[in-house]
């Protein structure tokens, strides 16, 4: 059953319970949501739509969590905490965007396409034609100047794993890839080449799991593989956002919540009540003061794995104390971007992968997190802004600013010659020391959307999605934690 708006974002309810002074002035939902990233708008966005009267709060002052923008004091260009793309086969992720109506600010690549370029310059462009997955793959590769002839054919070894993603299922084939390898001894296993490890297999590895590929688990990347290269024609195409991704999703999703009766509350953490009150209420209080209180039959936790446990001040309730627990043991991976302002353009595709180096992504030439500018049809910047970015970047982490940019770059520098000439004038280090959670093998089980507590709900791209901890999982999960519900009205 679908509950319809119980009225606008200033309606107070009393919820039906006696002797809780507290409660007298709560404000009622038909759902709670703690967390503004991807997956606890996804999930909002799919309960307005619904008719619920949904309520969202989020602790920090811009929404986005781990995917968000921000505006450089020194420049005031408006940039994203760390570059982020999108794949033709993040399918719930676009019908998120659908729904908010901004889908379109993410085209998709008609074709895979990937552009890398080592220490000495060399570049190598990878253009797959029109064929069938993953015989474009196979195709492009066999033509790609960067390998030698004998890696371009190990990958024809590959391809009975794609047919059978493609035929049973990522999840069911990447099932089948023992539990106990890391991705560099898969694909040495899998007769790859050195060569296409390093060009290839290593960057998109990096790219989809952010931890280094003899560590990172074999399990997880075939299961991005197997998306990736599905059956549908643009799985593997990219899609960069062309505006911030505040404007990409996070504001959109916020005015559609809005529009139908919901609030959005910056600002403003909160905590929950340790079980339900006997009327069947979960209580949310702020920790503003005065604080405010809200009360609503479901809640779905959407923050961080690590600050699940912070939920609760005195005692989570009984059944969830184990999952937090779990969740706890789940350890962090970082990235490290560098952005570095120039006088004068310096890269001439929208983004390259960088080889032989400890920053693995260069992105620019205003698309992605570099946005143009007009006035009149012409672009009025007198610098120009490319992001450098490391995956699993546990080496740079604790380096301090100077020296992270000089490396930054000197290492654009080396890869792509047309910086070298170009002055800088400006640079921002961000770091993001928790950005996704590990995928090594052993690590802990994750949880899943429904708890042992009738509505508590969990929402993340740490929850058991199949995948990594990517944008798609993370909004997969924000749809799964709505589905839930709605099953339990």
Same mark, same amino acid.
């Given at each position: 059953?679908?509950?319809?708006?119980?009225?606008?974002?200033?309606?107070?309810?009393?919820?039906?319970?006696?002797g809780?002074?507290?409660?007298?002035?709560?404000?009622?939902?038909?759902?709670?949501?703690?967390?503004?990233?991807?997956?606890?708008?996804?999930?909002?966005?799919?309960l307005?739509?619904?008719?619920?009267?949904?309520?969202?709060?989020?602790?920090?002052?811009?929404l986005?969590?781990?995917?968000?923008?921000?505006?450089?004091?020194?420049?005031?260009?408006?940039?994203?905490?760390?570059?982020?793309?999108?794949?033709?086969?993040?399918?719930?992720?676009?019908?998120?965007?659908?729904?908010?109506?901004?889908?379109?600010?993410?085209?998709?690549?008609?074709?895979?396409?990937?552009?890398?370029?080592?220490?000495?310059?060399?570049?190598?462009?990878?253009?797959?034609?029109?064929?069938?997955?993953?015989?474009?793959?196979?195709?492009?590769?066999?033509?790609w100047?960067?390998?030698p002839?004998?890696?371009?054919?190990?990958?024809?070894?590959m391809?009975?794993?794609?047919?059978?993603?493609?035929?049973?299922?990522?999840?069911a084939?990447?099932?089948?890839?023992?539990?106990?390898?890391?991705?560099?001894?898969?694909?040495?296993?899998?007769?790859?080449?050195?060569?296409v490890?390093?060009?290839?297999?290593?960057?998109?590895?990096?790219?989809?799991?952010?931890?280094?590929?003899?560590?990172?688990?074999?399990?997880?990347?075939?299961?991005?593989?197997?998306?990736?290269?599905?059956?549908?024609?643009?799985?593997?195409?990219?899609?960069?956002?062309?505006?911030?991704?505040?404007?990409l999703?996070?504001?959109?999703a916020?005015?559609f919540?809005?529009?139908?009766?919901?609030?959005?509350?910056?600002?403003?953490?909160?905590?929950?009540?340790?079980?339900?009150?006997?009327?069947?209420?979960?209580?949310?209080?702020?920790?503003?003061?005065?604080?405010?209180?809200?009360?609503?039959?479901?809640?779905?936790?959407?923050?961080?794995?690590?600050?699940?446990?912070?939920?609760?001040?005195?005692?989570?309730?009984?059944?969830?104390?184990?999952?937090?627990?779990?969740?706890?043991?789940?350890?962090s991976?970082?990235?490290v971007?560098?952005?570095?302002?120039?006088?004068?353009?310096?890269?001439?595709?929208r983004?390259?992968?960088?080889?032989?180096?400890?920053?693995?992504?260069?992105?620019?030439?205003?698309?992605?997190?570099?946005?143009?500018?007009e006035?009149?049809?012409?672009?009025?910047?007198?610098?120009?802004?490319?992001?450098?970015?490391?995956?699993?970047?546990?080496?740079?982490l604790?380096?301090?600013?100077? @020296? &992270? =940019?000089?490396? /930054?770059? +000197?290492?654009?520098?080396?890869?792509? !010659? %047309? $910086?070298?000439?170009?002055?800088? *004038?400006? @640079? &921002? =280090?961000?770091? /993001?020391? +928790?950005?996704?959670?590990?995928?090594? !093998? %052993? $690590?802990p089980?994750?949880?899943g *959307?429904?708890?042992? =507590?009738?509505?508590?709900?969990?929402?993340?791209?740490?929850?058991?999605? %199949?995948?990594?901890?990517?944008?798609?999982?993370?909004?997969?999960?924000?749809h799964?934690?709505?589905a839930?519900?709605l099953r339990?009205?």
């Amino acid at each position: 059953m679908v509950a319809t708006p119980l009225g606008p974002p200033e309606h107070v309810g009393r919820p039906q319970e006696v002797g809780r002074p507290e409660l007298e002035d709560a404000i009622s939902a038909d759902v709670v949501v703690i967390g503004a990233g991807f997956a606890g708008l996804s999930a909002a966005v799919r309960l307005a739509g619904a008719g619920l009267k949904v309520v969202v709060l989020e602790e920090a002052p811009r929404l986005g969590g781990r995917a968000t923008s921000f505006t450089d004091k020194t420049t005031g260009d408006h940039i994203d905490n760390g570059q982020h793309a999108l794949f033709g086969c993040y399918r719930e992720t676009y019908a998120f965007l659908r729904a908010i109506g901004t889908d379109a600010l993410a085209p998709l690549d008609p074709k895979l396409s990937l552009v890398m370029a080592d220490t000495t310059g060399r570049r190598a462009a990878l253009s797959c034609p029109p064929l069938p997955a993953p015989m474009h793959l196979m195709a492009g590769v066999l033509a790609w100047s960067a390998l030698p002839l004998a890696d371009r054919w190990s990958t024809a070894k590959m391809a009975p794993f794609l047919r059978q993603a493609r035929k049973r299922g990522a999840a069911a084939a990447a099932a089948e890839v023992p539990e106990h390898l890391t991705v560099a001894a898969w694909l040495s296993s899998m007769g790859q080449g050195p060569v296409v490890r390093e060009w290839l297999w290593h960057p998109l590895a990096l790219a989809a799991l952010n931890q280094s590929p003899e560590v990172a688990g074999a399990r997880a990347f075939a299961r991005v593989l197997g998306e990736l290269f599905s059956a549908e024609a643009d799985a593997s195409a990219l899609g960069v956002p062309t505006v911030p991704l505040d404007a990409l999703y996070a504001e959109p999703a916020a005015r559609f919540v809005k529009a139908r009766g919901g609030r959005v509350l910056r600002r403003t953490p909160a905590r929950l009540s340790a079980e339900k009150t006997s009327g069947g209420f979960w209580v949310a209080t702020t920790l503003k003061k005065p604080p405010d209180v809200f009360s609503a039959p479901a809640v779905i936790c959407a923050v961080p794995w690590h600050a699940l446990g912070a939920l609760w001040p005195d005692r989570p309730p009984e059944g969830m104390a184990p999952i937090i627990s779990q969740v706890n043991e789940l350890a962090s991976e970082p990235i490290v971007s560098v952005n570095l302002w120039f006088d004068r353009p310096v890269l001439t595709d929208r983004q390259v992968g960088l080889v032989g180096t400890h920053f693995h992504w260069a992105f620019g030439n205003d698309v992605g997190c570099l946005f143009r500018q007009e006035t009149g049809g012409k672009d009025t910047r007198r610098h120009f802004r490319v992001a450098m970015v490391a995956s699993g970047a546990r080496d740079l982490l604790r380096q301090d600013n100077d @020296a &992270l =940019v000089a490396l /930054a770059e +000197r290492e654009l520098g080396q890869c792509v !010659p %047309g $910086a070298r000439s170009a002055r800088r *004038t400006h @640079a &921002l =280090v961000v770091r /993001a020391p +928790r950005a996704t959670f590990s995928v090594a !093998p %052993g $690590a802990p089980a994750r949880p899943g *959307t429904v708890t042992p =507590v009738p509505g508590l709900f969990l929402a993340g791209d740490w929850t058991d999605t %199949g995948l990594p901890g990517t944008i798609e999982g993370a909004v997969r999960s924000g749809h799964a934690a709505a589905a839930a519900v709605l099953r339990g009205r």
